[in-house]
């Protein structure tokens, strides 16, 4: 999966620099990205593990599509709060411990927190999080754990 990726990844390179559609320019780039590819994963990432599995790559739009809509809610959240001095904010910090038994997932969860309007990853600490909310309801996702089982659903092995 790697390999492919990365012939992906320099084919669509070779397609943004040349600017060409002719079928010999489109071929040459399929054959040097394809050289370079397989180049790079022989040599470079002999000894590397596989970074992300076919089945994270199938489940990361879904899980994308979820976080997406989760940002947009906590910032229209933050907005009335915010802009709202009746809401009040009353920051709060939170720890919240996990179960994830590899480093991609607890960095896709720690990130997500982060992205998410509102909350933030201060600290981790092996599988324990410690998370700064502007106000303590913001914390409620992550306390419910559905954070928590998308990102292990689609990051963790």
Known sequence: MRRLASIGILYIFWLLITTSARPLDLFIGLLVAGAAGWWTDRVLWRDEPEPLPVRTWLR???YLAHLLKEIVVAAVYVAERVLDPKMGIAPAMQTHRTRFSSDTARVAFANSITLTPGT??????????IIHCLHESFSDAISSGDLERRVTA????
Not at 154 to 157: E, S, W
Request: net charge negative.
């Open 154 to 157: 689609t990051f963790d092995r």
């Open 60 to 62: 990361l739009p879904i």
């Open 120 to 129: 933030l990853t201060v600290d981790v600490d092996g599988d324990v999080f």
